[in-house]
Structures are given as C-alpha cells and as structure tokens.
C-alpha cells in the first residue's frame, strides 16, 4: 500500500476520532425526550431540560443537559438547575436505546419533605432492582439541600456520591456539606435497599462527623411494619456544650456539661432508642449501666441508670457558684432553666466516690429528674465524712419567675474535716446532726436571697472550739478584768454539747436558740444572720458550768462580720463592768422599763 493511502486512512481515522471526542450540541427534542422517557420508566423521576444538550462518544459515551429539573413523585424531593452528566451504556447504546450507568448533577438546589418522603413506597421503587440495570452512581456537587418541614435542616455547598454497583452489593454513600456554618462529613454509609424494601434484614454502617462531634453506628436494619435497628454505637462529643450551641439540639444540662462519649450495643423502634448495656463517659469519669431515648412523648424523654467508681459533678453545680459576683454580693443576672432544661431526664446516679467542687461523698446514690422549666435533684443517701448525709432541692421556672427549695439532713458528720475540705479553718470539731430547709423565689438570686424562708437547726457533740479557752478566759476575767481583753486568745475550750436553732424570714435568720455546755463553761447564744448582706450579728454570753442562770454572764463576745470574714472580740463593757475600778466610769445601767436621766449635773 502506498504512503498516500496510507495517510489519507490516518487523517481520516483521526477525523473520525476527533469527531467521536467532541462534544455535539443537539436541537431540543430527540436526545432530551429519549432520556426523559429513560429517568421516568426506570426511576420514576419526572425529567426537564430547559438548556443546551450535548453529546459525545469517546472516550465514554456521554451526555449533558442544561438547567434541568428533577422532581420525585409527590414533590418528596425535587432539583432545580444545574446541569446533569450522565455516562451512557455502550451496548444498549448501539442497539439505539438510552441508558445511564452514571449521574454527575452540580449546582443544583435540591427541596425535600421529610413527610413526603416517609409515605413513599419504597418497595415498589425498588421492586425491579433485581432485574433490570440502575445507575451505579450519583454524584451531586456544588449543590444545596432545603427541607420544607425540618427547622434549621438545610444543607449548603453539599458534594455527595452515591453508588450501587448491584443487589449483591450495598449502596454506599459519603460527602461532605455546611450545617450551620461548619463542615459536616459523612465518612461513610452503606445498606441494602432491595433487602429493606422486601421487609428483610440489611446490614448498615454510618460514620458521621462534624467539629463538634462524631457518630459511629453499624448492625442491621429492617423496615415493615414493626421498623426496627440493632446494634453497636458510639455517640462522641468533644464538649456537649459547643454542640448544643452549635447544633440547636436541646439537651438536659447541655449547657454546663463538656466531653461526653456514650457507646454500646443499642436498639431502635418507632417508639425508643435504648442501650441495654452502656457506657458514658463524662470527662474523666466512666458510667455503666442502661440508657433510653423515648420518642412517643410530647417532648423527647431521656432515661437511664448509670453507676461509677469516681463521679465529678462540679460541672453541674456550676451556676450556684455563679449566683455570687466577683465582688462577693449574690447576682442580679436573670436565672434562665430553659437551657438546662430543653430535654426530659430521668436519672438514677449511684458512685462509689462522688465530688463536688471541694465537697467528697461516697457511697452516693442520687437522682435527677428534668421536664419543662423543672429541676429536681436528691441524694438519697450518701457517706459524709463519717457521717451520712441526704437532701433534695428543685429549681422551678414560671412566667420568668423561679422557685427555689431545698431540705435536708445530715448525721454522725464530723465538723472539722468538713470544714477543712470548704476551705475554712477547723474551729470547732466534734460529730454534728441536724437538718435543714430553704425555699425562696425570684427573677434572680438576689431576688431569691432577699424572699428567703426556712429553718435549720444543727448539734454538735462531744467537741472542742479551736482557738479559744473559754475555761481560761473566766479564770482571768475574775483576777483581772480588763487584761482579759488583750489576752484570750489561744488554748481549747470542750464541751459536751453544742446547738443552735434558725429560723429564716425575708432573708434574715433568726437565732432562736443556741448554747454551748462543756464540763467547765456554758454558753448562750442570740442574734441574726443577714443572708442579704451575708453577715453575722451574733451575741454570746459566756459563764461557769456551774454559775446560776439568772447571773449576768462572766463574759460577752460578739461575732461579727462578713462569713467570709468573722471577728470574734470581747465586748468591752462587759469586762469594765467586772472591774471594781472601772465600773464607775460607766453610766448604770437602766432596765428596759424604766426611763434614763434627761441630765447629769456635775
């Protein structure tokens, strides 16, 4: 064969292969009704082409429609814009009929109804899958997702591949979008529809993250009447209150907890999501024990029983230490529950050692209930410092108003170690009891301070006051008055018993009865406690164990001062009264029903 011949055969053939790689722009009409007819025969998708259509043969067969638009029955989802690619089945292609193996669908703004969705028949979408030929994949890019009956669901800059290659392989799924302003990914994906659709179990895996958290679940699926999925979880959130802020999700406490993981073998229906057998982790503590999610109520209620060896429980207490400014006055700033309270919680906490800030409990069983503006929590029993101790409080919220109320007891606690561990100096020791209740209501905690009501009485046994021998002090005040005021401090001062009774009103405690008895001294008590101004005005009459009840007493101290701050000091005229010498430099003392002198002639 000649060289012409031979070129003429190559310039030909790279004609004609020029011609099969470019793109051919085609009059509206043949190819756009021929696919039209394919996507609604074999997918049941409702196809528009209202731009260019194009169409190549190598080095794949393809095809690309402009400004399309694609709409599922019963409007559950529909595509509008963009442009649609589509790979084009070689064989059926030469026997003159369309058939798609791929999907490429970019810059399109996709609207779902989550409803809609719900009442699709999916077994009859997929009755034919086993038979005849799908798309092995979707790709959708550049795109955005809208929900016409989801709150804050919406999906922007969304990239996503689906492919099913056929039913003896799962669809699997994977992408990547922006959800409130931060990356969400889907690191994978897959199930058996044609199985699910014909009521029979699918295998499953999903693997979701976002900057906030992480889900990771896999098991089995099925559909039917009775919807049901088992199976292992992992539910990761690198601070519960970033998520929730970020999310929108309401949570119980949300707001006030930071790392949270839960993972186990779980369950799911139509009405509950459980984990028979669980494991939260809460920061650097480890819970067991089972947890359920109901979703059959007005508002979704989370329940569970969870034990640990070590439980921090700072965190949850952390808007009391709040409720005081930085100043030391108690805070103006509005309480607000709903964000401690989005979800229903029911509780049941037990640990072996359980902290609170400074405080330690063991053996500490406890429960938390939450519902709609509602706080309740109690200890219902609990090991003190070698003693037990049991209470309750409740927070409630009403027409921006909230209740506030508390009450218990404690027993066998020793005093010293428990003051200690609040950061206060052991001045008193011995073994208390006593109880306590408080309730009071406001917009704020001053608010709750200044309308405060309650009673509380405490017993202290077998003791000693640390810093003071009060024995001591009487010794001196007998030989020399006035010196004792310089010197008494130092020493011990036992005693047998210790009481003092309180009765709140509007924010004032009233000392209605305290005393002190010891073997050597005896000693009453009288005067307030200003919640308000959180200060003591606190009277003590000091005496011999022996003295008669009705004898003025040997000395006074007064106690006052801010709590965080208490003076303890001798009052002065007390001790000029018991000095012969100085007596008379004190005007005398006139009883209360009697009228003092208008003037002193000198």
Excluded: C
């Excluded at 601070?239 to 970020?246: E, I, M």
């Amino acid at each position: 064969m000649s060289r012409r011949i031979v070129l003429l055969i190559a310039l030909i053939s790279l004609a004609v292969l020029g011609t099969a790689a470019s793109p051919w722009t085609l009059p509206g009409g043949g190819l756009s009704a021929e696919l039209t007819k394919h996507v609604k025969d074999r997918y049941g998708l409702d196809l528009t082409v209202r731009g260019r259509s194009t169409f190549a043969i190598l080095p794949i067969p393809r095809v690309k429609f402009e400004n399309v638009a694609l709409r599922f029955p019963d409007q559950a989802l529909t595509a509008e814009g963009g442009t649609l690619r589509g790979e084009l089945r070689l064989l059926p292609l030469l026997l003159g009929r369309i058939e798609l193996s791929d999907f490429d669908l970019t810059g399109t703004r996709i609207t779902g109804s989550f409803q809609a969705l719900q009442s699709v028949d999916w077994a009859e979408v997929f009755r034919n899958r086993s038979v005849d030929r799908y798309a092995r994949r979707l790709v959708v890019t550049k795109s955005s997702m809208h929900w016409t009956d989801l709150k804050d669901a919406d999906l922007e800059q969304l990239n996503v591949i689906l492919r099913w290659a056929d039913t003896s392989a799962p669809l699997t799924a994977e992408g990547n979008a922006v959800w409130r302003d931060e990356a969400v990914t889907l690191e994978e994906a897959s199930l058996f529809p044609d199985l699910l659709a014909s009521d029979h179990i699918s295998p499953f895996s999903l693997t979701l993250s976002a900057p906030a958290a992480r889900i990771a679940a896999h098991g089995e699926a099925q559909l039917g009447d009775g919807p049901r999925v088992t199976g292992e979880s992992t539910i990761q959130a690198s601070s519960l209150r970033d998520f929730t802020r970020w999310s929108g999700v309401d949570l119980p406490f949300g707001s006030l907890l930071r790392a949270v993981s839960i993972s186990g073998e779980f369950s799911m229906d139509r009405r509950r999501l459980s984990w028979p057998a669980v494991s939260v982790v809460l920061g650097a503590d480890k819970l067991e024990g089972t947890m359920g999610l109901r979703f059959d109520t007005d508002r979704p209620v989370i329940t569970g029983t969870l034990a640990a060896d070590a439980l921090n429980l700072s965190d949850l207490f952390a808007p009391f230490s709040q409720t005081r400014t930085s100043s030391g006055s108690w805070s103006e700033e509005t309480i607000d529950l709903a964000r401690a309270t989005g979800a229903d919680l029911d509780l049941r906490l037990s640990a072996s050692t359980a902290s609170v800030g400074r405080l330690s409990l063991d053996d500490m069983a406890a429960s938390v209930l939450v519902q709609p503006g509602r706080i309740e929590a109690s200890i219902g029993r609990a090991d003190f410092h070698d003693g037990t101790l049991k209470g309750r409080l409740s927070l409630a919220a009403q027409n921006g108003v909230v209740e506030f109320k508390s009450q218990g007891s404690f027993n066998g606690v020793k005093i010293a170690p428990f003051l200690a561990s609040v950061g206060e100096p052991r001045w008193i020791t011995g073994h208390a009891q006593g109880q306590f209740s408080f309730e009071g209501t406001g917009r704020n905690p001053a608010d709750v301070i200044r309308q405060a009501q309650g009673r509380s009485s405490i017993e202290v046994m077998e003791g000693e006051l640390v810093g003071i021998a009060l024995h001591d002090a009487l010794r001196r005040v007998e030989k020399r008055p006035l010196l004792a005021s310089l010197n008494w401090k130092g020493g011990r001062t036992p005693f047998t018993e210790a009481q003092a009774q309180i009765v709140m009103k509007n924010g004032v405690g009233e000392l209605v009865e305290g005393h002190l008895r010891g073997p050597d001294v005896r000693a009453d008590l009288r005067g307030k406690v200003l919640l308000v101004d959180r200060t003591l005005d606190v009277t003590a009459d000091v005496s011999a164990a022996g003295s008669p009840s009705g004898q003025l007493p040997a000395l006074v101290f007064d106690v006052t001062g801010e709590w965080d701050s208490v003076a303890v000091s001798p009052q002065i005229r007390s001790l000029i009264e018991r000095s012969g010498a100085a007596k008379p430099l004190l005007p005398a003392r006139v009883p209360a029903n009697e009228q003092g002198p208008q003037a002193v002639a000198q």
